[in-house]
């Protein structure tokens, strides 16, 4: 396939094509001032535009400045004595203002002329409109020009600028040259190839409102790692510089904060806006400094990669740090940072789009020339690994580079087996940030649960941390690790890939030496090899439903001592556990091989266990004394069809909220309840269920009941004791 042209290197990068326009009269200043200073300019490596030196032989010549100008980042109109008598200049200078409004700079020149009379229309420049009304006189349509004309021609004039005095003209040209220097030097590097920029930079512009110079704006750019927030930030920085009296970008701030110190940062601030060059103690010195150097200067400051709310405080605590005007953007990965700042213009910056991310990879993976189609496959593979995360593309694209195909392919096996050491570094700063607690949600998520039920999940693990579960999980959406989409639970594929690498970690070589289990060959391998250990605290197995029955000898769970949740999604086994720890808090097993849980109930106390699950277990026939369960909270048996029996002892797990029994159709009894705790009850297509269970006590938490297709023909006296119901 043939490479397509990136987006322009120029436009998006570095802002503009030109660096200067110089709009003058030619027969006035062409070889003599305008030419020198076009001169001085160029000498100074500042791409410069000058009619007679950049428009080409055959050029359409006004389609050629049209584009010129809305292709160059600063103007500087020559009024000379002529300039005004020009239509050409005129018109030229009308586009300019236009320019200016969107943002760009306009820097006039008085070159023998007083701004008074050219913001005024009086002397020769009075004359000169005059001359050109009289041609227009008859014709509605240059009267409107004519009177563009002067109003560009006085918005120029009130603009501050430079007026030749007599004096050497080289010092004139020479103050002009530095100026110009200063503003093109606010250019950063963004990207080698910018690509899916564009679009971002105008949405983010609209939350600048770049058009107001009213109040201060604050603006949050916030997104996992690796997702391009910093390269977003640079090229906005690119194209609104020019406008602000200072600019400040600092890089790196949760990184420099940590080896430099926030005065460090504080003192960079003071230098770049206001040529400040102080020494601090202490940040709480800086603090009251900023605030009185730039309370009353027009500033634009980018703050990228904050991590903390501390440096926020110490380098734009408020709106009131900054005059009229000013700008703050602030990149990072934690959105609730931002509300905790009182940022409410936010943007969430997402992956590219799939068209996006094949061009990037292209161009880094080729640089130029053809693709070949043989590469097809492999290309949509490596997009298909790096789901959107231009870093990632980036760094797969710079590592295939010149590669065969067979290389290509073995590259893609490798990352998937293990993660790229760079990449993971990059994704693990959010992770690394967590508490500790926050840490093991995470990687409980990322390694057991993405993809499924929010609520399930929520439920399953405030067995492990309680109430404090909903805080944590709030804190890794708002630090961009997970989301919700519908009713699921969702994180992006490589920071799944980031978690589950943390966890293969902790021993590379024996999965029975990890805290979670959750792929399924090293589940199979622990149970049969009986290679569990203490160190095991989560399993869950999701096994395919064509798997053979998984052969083993019942006791692997024996060694998982500290186990506090196994969920089996799917699995064949041989034979029932003959151990479970007691330690466990969650059981879930879908398809429980035995007739009875007594052989791994008997005799032993789970005072730990909060749920247990049991569905589609074809062999079930009983459920055995279940007192050793005394502060499970939640039932059900699912799908049980040959369920026949409960012990009595269920209707007596005082701290019971939740009892299901649902298309258990051989289910003919249900044991007396004293469940003061239980909210809801369901008896679902039990359909040999003759009578409704005997009520022990007053249940006045159950608000729900259901009863659906089975046998039971009447209540009895005891249903009084549901009132709240």
């Not at 609520?455 to 919700?484: M, N, P, T, W």
């Amino acid at each position: 396939m043939a490479m397509q042209s990136p987006c322009s290197s120029s436009s998006i990068s570095y802002g503009f094509k030109y660096q200067v326009f110089l709009s003058f009269r030619g027969s006035d200043t062409r070889y003599g001032f305008t030419g020198n200073l076009y001169k001085a300019l160029t000498d100074k490596g500042i791409h410069t535009f000058m009619d007679d030196r950049e428009l080409q032989r055959g050029d359409e010549i006004k389609r050629s400045l049209d584009n010129a100008i809305e292709e160059s980042r600063i103007f500087i109109p020559v009024f000379s004595a002529n300039y005004a008598s020009s239509s050409f200049c005129l018109d030229e200078l009308v586009q300019i203002i236009n320019c200016k409004e969107k943002g760009r700079v306009v820097l006039p020149v008085f070159y023998g002329m007083d701004p008074t009379n050219v913001r005024h229309h009086r002397g020769i420049y009075g004359e000169a409109l005059a001359k050109h009304e009289k041609r227009f006189q008859n014709d509605m349509d240059n009267m409107e020009r004519l009177q563009r004309w002067k109003v560009a021609l006085n918005q120029a004039a009130n603009l501050s600028g430079y007026h030749f005095s007599p004096g050497y003209e080289y010092e004139f040209i020479g103050k002009i040259v530095r100026d110009i220097l200063d503003k093109t030097e606010r250019v950063l590097h963004v990207a080698k190839y910018p690509v899916g920029l564009k679009s971002r930079v105008e949405q983010v512009k609209l939350l600048l409102d770049m058009e107001s110079d009213e109040g201060v704006h604050m603006v949050g750019l916030y997104g996992t790692g690796g997702m391009g927030k910093s390269t977003l930030a640079k090229a906005i920085y690119n194209f609104v510089a020019d406008q602000f009296e200072g600019v400040c970008f600092l890089h790196k701030v949760r990184e420099n904060s940590t080896h430099n110190s926030l005065k460090h940062l504080q003192k960079e601030l003071l230098l770049k806006t206001v040529k400040l060059n102080i020494k601090l103690g202490d940040a709480s010195e800086g603090i009251p400094l900023i605030k009185e150097r730039l309370n009353r200067m027009k500033i634009l400051l980018i703050l990228d990669d904050v991590d903390k709310l501390e440096q926020l405080e110490a380098l734009a605590g408020g709106l009131d740090w900054f005059g009229h005007g000013s700008r703050v953007i602030i990149t990072t990965r934690d959105k609730h940072l931002l509300t905790c700042h009182g940022i409410e213009r936010t943007y969430a910056v997402n992956g590219l789009h799939e068209t996006e991310a094949f061009e990037l990879l292209r161009w880094m993976a080729f640089k130029n020339g053809e693709v070949p189609s043989s590469y097809n496959d492999v290309l949509n593979r490596a997009v298909a690994y790096a789901s959107g995360l231009p870093l990632v593309l980036e760094i797969v694209g710079s590592n295939l580079f010149g590669k065969s195909m067979e290389e290509w392919q073995c590259t893609l096996d490798g990352y998937e087996k293990i993660p790229n050491k760079e990449i993971q570094r990059i994704l693990k700063v959010s992770y690394d940030a967590l508490e500790e607690e926050q840490q093991s949600v995470f990687l409980d998520i990322a390694c057991c649960f993405k993809g499924g039920s929010w609520i399930e999940f929520e439920d399953i693990l405030k067995y492990h941390y309680g109430r404090c579960i909903k805080h944590h999980v709030g804190v890794l959406a708002e630090k961009s690790l997970i989301y919700q989409y519908g009713l699921s639970v969702r994180l992006h594929d490589l920071i799944e890939d980031m978690g589950k690498e943390i966890v293969r970690q902790e021993s590379p070589k024996e999965p029975g030496e990890r805290s979670r289990l959750w792929c399924h060959d090293d589940i199979i391998h622990v149970l049969e090899e009986n290679t569990g250990t203490s160190k095991i605290e989560m399993v869950y197995l999701h096994c395919p439903s064509t798997e053979p029955v998984i052969d083993w000898n019942g006791k692997a769970f024996k060694k998982m001592k500290k186990l506090k949740t196994l969920v089996i999604e799917n699995g064949h086994f041989s034979k029932g556990p003959k151990y479970l720890s007691s330690c466990l808090r969650v059981l879930k097993w879908k398809g429980y091989p035995s007739k009875s849980l007594s052989s791994c109930f008997l005799n032993k106390k789970f005072e730990n266990m909060k749920v247990l699950i049991l569905d589609y277990c074809e062999y079930l026939t009983c459920i055995p004394n279940v007192s050793d369960l005394p502060n499970l909270e939640k039932l059900l048996f699912i799908n049980c069809h040959n369920l026949i029996t409960i012990h009595n002892s269920i209707g007596y797990l005082n701290k019971l909220e939740t009892l299901i029994a649902k298309y258990c159709s051989k289910l003919e009894s249900f044991p007396p309840l004293q469940l003061a705790s239980l909210k809801i009850l369901e008896l679902y297509e039990c359909f040999r269920l003759k009578s409704f269970p005997e009520l022990l006590c007053k249940m006045i938490n159950i608000k729900e009941i259901r009863l659906s297709e089975t046998s039971i023909r009447e209540l009895s006296f005891s249903f009084q004791n549901l009132s709240e119901l």
